[in-house]
C-alpha cells in the first residue's frame, strides 16, 4: 500500500488533488481511497486530504498517520502545521514553492532523506500560466507521478479529462505536462 | 459498472436505481452530497417521476415523507445528527403508522458540544423508535444496503434507516460497482402499499388507540422487527445471487472460526479492526472480528451462535450509555444470556476521534491478556479530564467545560491525528 | 302537495315551513346555484355524525360544512390531512371514525408538510384530480404548526390548509395560544393579578402573515356565514397552489359560553370587526364582508365566561377600551364599515 497525505489550505483543491489521485489509480486497474480531514468549511484554513493506493481492497479507515509521500500545497503552513509528522525516512515530499527547499530553510530537515524524492516546484505559477487559477493540485500531481513513478502520467491526463469539463481539462492537462517535465528534469539532475 | 467516486454519490446513483418517487431533505453536513446527487439528477432529467422537494427543517422532510409514502409513492430522506433529533417525533410515527420510507443516515455525533464528525449516537438515538437499522462497513454495501432497505421497507411495511460512517465514507472516494437498472428492476419490484390514501377506498390513518388496543398495535411492530430477522438474510441471499456480492445480512464474520477473542463493531471501522486481527493472527493469536449490520432487529440468535465458542468478547463502540457505558454491549450482553465468557466494552471514535491502528493493537493486546476495564474510553486524554476535573473543584464559576479544554489542547489546526 | 296516505319517493320530503326568501342555510327552495351544499341531499357528510365533539362545537360545524364542500368542488376527490386537536380527536376514537373520505393523522405540528407530502405522492402517481386539505386547529396552525405552514406556503404546493380557530389549545384544556385574544382567561392565563388573563401585545395574524407569503388564496371565514364559508373554500379549490382558510369557530366549553350561542357568538365577532371576513389573492386583499350591525365589543364579550372578570361591580373599562380599539382598528384597517 502506498500512502499520499496533502497538505494545504481551503480553496486550493486539496480534497479535489486527493481525489483525482485516486481516480488515477484507479484508471490503472488499482484500489484507491481518497478522503479529507474536515475542520471548518472555510476558505484559508489549513486542510488535509489523503489517499491510499493499493493492488488490493484497502479496508483501513485511519487518517493517513505514516505517509509515503507527502504533497504540500502552501509553504505557509511550513511553520503552523506539524506537516512532516510520521513521513517515513524513505518518503517522497513535494513542495509547492518558487523556493527550493534550502531557501525554505528546511536544508538541514531534508538532509535525512533521499534527495532524489524531494522536489519543490512552483506549482501556483504552472496553473495561474496554463489555467488561470493559482489551484496547484494537478501540477502537483503530475510532478508526483514523476517523482514517485506511483501512477502514470496517462492516467493523471486520463483522470483529469474524467473530472473537469473539456475546455478546463485540456488546460488542466497542459499544466500537468509542464509539472511532469520539470518534476521529472529534477529528480535527473536530483537537485534540490 | 465500476467506478471511482465518492461515496455519498454511489449512494445517490443507487437511490435513483430504486427509482423513488418522493424525496424531500434538509440539509445537514455530512449528508448533503447525497441529496445533492439526487437532487441534480432530477433537474437534470436523469432521474424521472420523482418529485424532489426542499423541506424547511428535517421534521418537515420526514413529515412530507410520510404523508408522500401514505398516498402510495416510493419515498425517500437523508439526515444525521441534530436533523434526526429534531424529526424523533415524526420517525416514531412513521414507524408506528407502518410506512415504508427508507431514510440514509450519514452518522454524526449529537451536540452539546456541537461536533460535525462521525460516531453513532444519532441513530442509536432512535434504535427503539421501531426502524430497521442496517449499518454499511463500506461504501459498496451503503449503497447495496439502500437498494435492499426499498424492497425490505416495502414487504414488511416498516421504515429502514440505512447508516452510513459521516465523512469516513460518505465522503471518501472509493471504487465501487454500480448496478445496472434492470437488475435493481428485477430485484425490487414497483411499491405496492399496504395502505393507501385513495378516493375510491378511503380509511382513515392515524387514529387514536387507546389502553385497549395499544399493546396489540405495539406487538405487531414488534413481531415485525423480528419477522426482519429472517427476512434480511434472505434477500441479502437474493441481492448475493443476482448482483455477485455479498451485503447486508445480519452479522459478517471475520476469522472467527477458532477465535478466542471477538471483536464486535458497526460500521467502518471493522475495516481498521480486520488488518489488526491479520496482523496479530500472523503473530499466533486467536483472534477475530464481526461486524453487526443489522443493529435493529437485533440480531441475538446469530450473534450468541458466533460468540459461543470464544474466550472474550471486545464490542468496540461509537457510542455512549452516558452513566452506564456500552449501547451494542447491551445487545450484545442479551445474546450471551446464560453463557459465561469476559466481555470488554470499548467507547472509541466519539465525535470523530480516529481509531488507529496502533492504538487498535495494544487495546487487542491488552484484551487478550484480560488487562481491560470493563469499559474503556479509547485513547483518552486522562492528563486533560484531571486538570479539568481539578479546576471543578477549585471554584464555582469555571466556565463551559468544553470550551476550557480545547483551550487546554491548543491549537486543533496543528494536529495531524 | 302531498296527499295523505300516499308514500313518498325518497327524493321528495314533507316540506315544513321555510321561508323562500332566506338564505338560511338549509333552504332547499332556493335555486341550485344558490342553495348551501349542506341542503343537498347528495352532500357526502364527510364528516358524519357519530363523531364526540361537544354540544354546540363551532369546529365540527365548521369542518363539516369546509369539506363537503370541497368534496362537492372536487367531484368528490379529495384527501384530508389533519393535525392532532379536538377535531382530530373527537372525529376518530379509536376503532370509530366519522370520515366517509381518505383522512390521514400524523403529528400536531406537521399537517402541512403531510399534505405537501401526499400532494407530491399524487403528482407523480399521476392522480392530478385528487386534491388536499389540511386542517388544524390554532393551535396546530398558528404555533406548533408554523413552521411547516410557511414551509408549504413557500413552495406553493398544492394545498389548502383550514385553520379553525376557536383561540385557544382546547382539546388539551384550554391553554393559551398565539391566537388567544387580549384579556381571555385560559389555563395559561388565569384571571388574577395586575393583568388577568391574555396579555395585549402578544397573539400573531396568520390570515397577514399566509398573505405575506404571497399564496394564490386567502380569506377568513365563519360559521356565522356558512353560505360565504362554503363560497370562499368552492372558490379556494378551484385554484391551485398554496391556499389557506382561517375559519372562527366558538367554542362553548372553552369559552365559557352557551352551545345555543355558537352561532350568535360568531356573528357578533364579525359584527364588531373583532374578526374581520375578506378574502386576499397574492398579497392583495381582494373582498370583505361588510359589517351590516356594529356592535359594541361588549356584547360579544360578556356572553363568555371567560371575559366575565371584565365585567361585574367594577368593569375594567380600561381594558375593554383597548379591545374596542382593536375592533375599530380591524373596521378601518379592512374597510368594514361604509
Known amino acids: 500500500m502506498f500512502q499520499v497525505r496533502i497538505h494545504g489550505r481551503g480553496g486550493q483543491g486539496v480534497v479535489s488533488g486527493a481525489e483525482l489521485l485516486s481516480v488515477a489509480a484507479f484508471i490503472e486497474g488499482r484500489y484507491a481511497q481518497a478522503f479529507p480531514s474536515f475542520g471548518s468549511e472555510r476558505m484559508g484554513a489549513p486542510v488535509m486530504a489523503f489517499c491510499r493506493i493499493d493492488v488490493r481492497e484497502i479496508r483501513l479507515r485511519e487518517p493517513v498517520m505514516a505517509p509515503d509521500a507527502l504533497i504540500i500545497q502552501d509553504p505557509t503552513l511550513l511553520h503552523q502545521v506539524d506537516l512532516f509528522n510520521g513521513l517515513i525516512k524513505t518518503g517522497f515530499i513535494l513542495l509547492n514553492s518558487t523556493r527550493s527547499f534550502s531557501e525554505l530553510g528546511l536544508e538541514a530537515f531534508v538532509a535525512s532523506f533521499r534527495r532524489e524524492r524531494l522536489c519543490t516546484l512552483p506549482a501556483t505559477e504552472i496553473a495561474l500560466k496554463h489555467v488561470g487559477r493559482p489551484v496547484p493540485n494537478v501540477p502537483l500531481l503530475a510532478a508526483f507521478a514523476a517523482i514517485t513513478g506511483q501512477i502514470r502520467q496517462e492516467s493523471v491526463i486520463k483522470a483529469i479529462r474524467e473530472k473537469f469539463p473539456s475546455a478546463i481539462a485540456e488546460k488542466n492537462v497542459a499544466a500537468a505536462a509542464e509539472a511532469f517535465e520539470f518534476a521529472r528534469k529534477r529528480s535527473e539532475t536530483a537537485d534540490a | 459498472m465500476l467506478k471511482q467516486t465518492e461515496g455519498s454519490h454511489a449512494v445517490a446513483e443507487a437511490i435513483a436505481l ?17 441529496v445533492e446527487g439526487v437532487g441534480e439528477m432530477v433537474k437534470d432529467g436523469t432521474l424521472v417521476n420523482c418529485e424532489f422537494i426542499n423541506v424547511e427543517s428535517e421534521f418537515a422532510a420526514m413529515s412530507v415523507a410520510i404523508g408522500a409514502s401514505a398516498a ?9 445528527s441534530q436533523g434526526l433529533l429534531f424529526m424523533a417525533e415524526a420517525v416514531y410515527n412513521a414507524a408506528g403508522l407502518g410506512l415504508p420510507i427508507v431514510m440514509t443516515i450519514g452518522n454524526r455525533a449529537i451536540g452539546a458540544p456541537i461536533n460535525i464528525w462521525n460516531d453513532h449516537s444519532d441513530s ?114 437474493e441481492f ?57 432487529p437485533f440480531p441475538v440468535a446469530v450473534l450468541r451462535e458466533a460468540l459461543q465458542a470464544a474466550k472474550r468478547v471486545v464490542v468496540l463502540e461509537k457510542c455512549l450509555a452516558v452513566g452506564l457505558g456500552g449501547i451494542v454491549s447491551d445487545g450484545v450482553r442479551k445474546s450471551l444470556s446464560g453463557i459465561q465468557l469476559k466481555g470488554y466494552t470499548v467507547i472509541a471514535g466519539l465525535g470523530g476521534r480516529a481509531i488507529t491502528v496502533t492504538s487498535l493493537r495494544q487495546l487487542f493486546r491488552d484484551a487478550i491478556a484480560d488487562e481491560l476495564e470493563q469499559v474503556t474510553f479509547l485513547d483518552l486524554n486522562a492528563e486533560v479530564v484531571s486538570h479539568e476535573l481539578e479546576r471543578e473543584a477549585q471554584a464555582r464559576r469555571t466556565g463551559p467545560t468544553a470550551e476550557a479544554i480545547l483551550r487546554r489542547m491548543g491549537t486543533v489546526a496543528s494536529q495531524i491525528g | 302537495m302531498i296527499e295523505p296516505g300516499r308514500t313518498m319517493p325518497y327524493s321528495m320530503q314533507e316540506v315544513k315551513f321555510y321561508q323562500t326568501g332566506t338564505f338560511t342555510v338549509g333552504n332547499r327552495l332556493l335555486d341550485e346555484t344558490e342553495r348551501a351544499v349542506q341542503a343537498n341531499m347528495q352532500r357526502t357528510n364527510s364528516l358524519n355524525s357519530g363523531h364526540r365533539a361537544c354540544q354546540g362545537c363551532g369546529e365540527a360545524l365548521g369542518a363539516r360544512y369546509a369539506i363537503d364542500a370541497a368534496m362537492r368542488a372536487t367531484n368528490n376527490q379529495i384527501i384530508a390531512v389533519n393535525a392532532t386537536g379536538c377535531l382530530e380527536v373527537f372525529s376518530t376514537p379509536y376503532p370509530e371514525s366519522s370520515w366517509q373520505i381518505p383522512w390521514i393523522h400524523s403529528l400536531f405540528g406537521n399537517a402541512a408538510a403531510v399534505a405537501s407530502g401526499v400532494a407530491a405522492a399524487l403528482r407523480v402517481t399521476g392522480h392530478t384530480n385528487t386534491r388536499v386539505v389540511a386542517q388544524g386547529g390554532d393551535g396546530g396552525t398558528t404555533d406548533i404548526g408554523f413552521g411547516c405552514l410557511s ?7 398544492d394545498v389548502l390548509y383550514i385553520c379553525y380557530d376557536n383561540e385557544a389549545y382546547m382539546n388539551t384544556g ?37 398573505m405575506a407569503h404571497f399564496i394564490p388564496y386567502v380569506a377568513t371565514a365563519s360559521v356565522a356565514n356558512l353560505h360565504d364559508l362554503e363560497f370562499k373554500v368552492t372558490k379556494a379549490m378551484s385554484m391551485h397552489g398554496a391556499r389557506y382558510i382561517h375559519i ?27 374578526f374581520p371576513l375578506f378574502e386576499a389573492e397574492d398579497g392583495e386583499i381582494t373582498g370583505r364582508t361588510k359589517i351590516r350591525r356594529k356592535a359594541p365589543v361588549e356584547d360579544y364579550l360578556k356572553l363568555q365566561k371567560r371575559f366575565s372578570h371584565l365585567f361585574g361591580p367594577k368593569p375594567d373599562d380600561a381594558r375593554l377600551a383597548r379591545i374596542q380599539a382593536n375592533a375599530d382598528r380591524n373596521i378601518a384597517k379592512f374597510g368594514l364599515l361604509d
Open chain 2, 240 to 296: 448475493a445471487t443476482r448482483f455477485g456480492r455479498d451485503s447486508g445480512g445480519l452479522i459478517r464474520e471475520y476469522r472467527t472460526e477458532d477465535a478466542e477473542t471477538i471483536v464486535v463493531a458497526l460500521g467502518s471501522v471493522i475495516g481498521t479492526v480486520q488488518d489488526v486481527v491479520d496482523e496479530l493472527r500472523e503473530s499466533g493469536e486467536r483472534i477475530g472480528a464481526i461486524s453487526i449490520c443489522s443493529f435493529r
Open chain 3, 151 to 157: 414551509g408549504m406556503f413557500e413552495r406553493n404546493d
Open chain 2, 18 to 34: 430504486c427509482r423513488p418517487q418522493v424525496i424531500c431533505a434538509y440539509p445537514i453536513t455530512p449528508q448533503t452530497h447525497i
Open chain 3, 248 to 274: 372562527h369557530v366558538p367554542c362553548p366549553l372553552g369559552w365559557g359560553s352557551a352551545p345555543a350561542d355558537t352561532i350568535k357568538l360568531a356573528r357578533l365577532a364579525v359584527e364588531t370587526g373583532l
Open chain 2, 124 to 237: 442509536m438515538s432512535m434504535r427503539d423508535a421501531g426502524w430497521i437499522q442496517l449499518f454499511a462497513v463500506t461504501n459498496q454495501e451503503a449503497l447495496d444496503l439502500h437498494i435492499q432497505a426499498f424492497r425490505l421497507a416495502e414487504e414488511l411495511s416498516c421504515p429502514v434507516m440505512v447508516c452510513m460512517d459521516g465523512f469516513i465514507l460518505t465522503h471518501a472516494y472509493d471504487r465501487v460497482d454500480i448496478p445496472g437498472q434492470a437488475d435493481v428492476d428485477a430485484y425490487l419490484p414497483p411499491f405496492q402499499p399496504r395502505q393507501i390514501l385513495d378516493p375510491a377506498d378511503p380509511v382513515t390513518i392515524g387514529a387514536l388507540v387507546g389502553p385497549e388496543a395499544f399493546t396489540e398495535v405495539r406487538y405487531l411492530g414488534h413481531h415485525k422487527q423480528l419477522r426482519a430477522l429472517s427476512l434480511i438474510p434472505k434477500l441479502a441471499s
Open chain 2, 72 to 80: 402510495g409513492a416510493r419515498t425517500y430522506t437523508a439526515t444525521s
Open chain 3, 174 to 210: 384550554v391553554q393559551r395560544s398565539s391566537a388567544t385574544p387580549p384579556t381571555a382567561r385560559t389555563a395559561t392565563t388565569m384571571a388574577v393579578g395586575k393583568e388577568p388573563g391574555n396579555v395585549f401585545g402578544t397573539g400573531k395574524n396568520v390570515p397577514l402573515i399566509a
